[in-house]
């Protein structure tokens, strides 16, 4: 997808090969505030090999900016996650976790200019899905004003066993 920050293009994650590099980012400590996976690398191999060795319900993906992994987001049925026992969900709802990496390329608007490119092709490619929803930290705020800046709403805030997050849907245009 052509952006006005570049070429951006998703890569499912491949491990051992991505590991040192989604590890860096968990443990830059903006990251780890909200992530909570600081720590050895073996923490942040269980969480994305839960993904990889799951069902296929979640998609744990490299984004890449003009060929430079730049991004961590994770493509999700948010319809089938335990988040659904928290929200009004619908059949097919799709949900996205995002990270972006180094520090260079956050406070820039890269981040909304991703969401937003992103969204459009999720919503091009899963005819089903009638929204795509997010749940930020609430305290994460450039997270939750790059996910308004892309265009979705904030509908609620969750209490959430992990966090108190702010529940963000984006519906597809009728």
Known sequence: MHTRHGDFRLQPVRLPRDLPLLVDWMNDPVVSAFWELCGPPELTEHHVRAQLDGDGRSLPCLGLLDETPMSYWEIYRADLDPLARHY?????????HLLVGPAAQRGRG??????????????????????????????????????????????????????????????RPS
Do not use: W
Not at 88 to 95: C, E, N, S, V, Y
Not at 138 to 166: C, D
């Open 88 to 96: 009004a969900a619908r059949p097919h709802d799709t949900g996205l």
């Open 110 to 171: 890269v981040g909304s200019t991703l969401l937003a490119a992103l969204t459009r092709r999720i919503l091009r490619e899963r005819q089903a899905a009638r929204r795509i929803v997010a749940e930020p930290d609430v305290r994460n705020l450039p997270s939750v004003r790059a996910f308004l800046r892309a265009g979705f709403r904030f509908e609620s805030e969750l209490l959430l066993p992990e966090k108190h997050a702010a529940l963000m849907v984006f519906d």
